[in-house]
Nanobody
Framework: QVQLVESGGGLVQPGGSLRLSCAASGSMFGINTRDWFRQAPGKQRDLVATITSGGSTNYADSVKGRATISRDNAKDTVYLQMNNLRPEDTAVYYC??????????????WGQGTQVTVSS
């Protein structure tokens, strides 16, 4: 089992920045990607950014150029730096970890989410 705990959300003005953190604990065996998703009220949960165990990154078009995902392997922590925030970035941000179990089954773990509100 993997436990994920997000932090760093809050209220920020348009154009501002924040950094979200996601600390993992438990067995990370088989986990090969760490992701950030977000879900706005009344909308589906969408992928924001991914980082693989090899360090490759991928971003949603909506955040390209404004977001940076990074990881500290020693701390099992992943970060999402968001700059030039817009009101449409307002959502609950969820940390996720995905991979395969020892039996080969796909698995994904979720954090509890952290609210980000962009408003003046």
């Amino acid at each position: 089992q993997v436990q994920l705990v997000e932090s760093g959300g809050g209220l920020v003005q348009p154009g501002g920045s924040l950094r979200l953190s996601c600390a993992a604990s438990g067995s990370m065996f088989g986990i090969n990607t760490r992701d950030w998703f977000r879900q706005a009220p009344g909308k589906q949960r969408d992928l924001v950014a991914t980082i693989t165990s090899g360090g490759s990154t991928n971003y949603a078009d909506s955040v390209k150029g404004r977001a940076t995902i990074s990881r500290d392997n020693a701390k099992d922590t992943v970060y999402l730096q968001m700059n030039n925030l817009r009101p449409e970035d307002t959502a609950v941000y969820y940390c996720s970890a995905a991979g395969r179990t020892r039996s080969g089954a796909r698995t994904r773990y979720w954090g509890q989410g952290t609210q980000v509100t962009v408003s003046s």
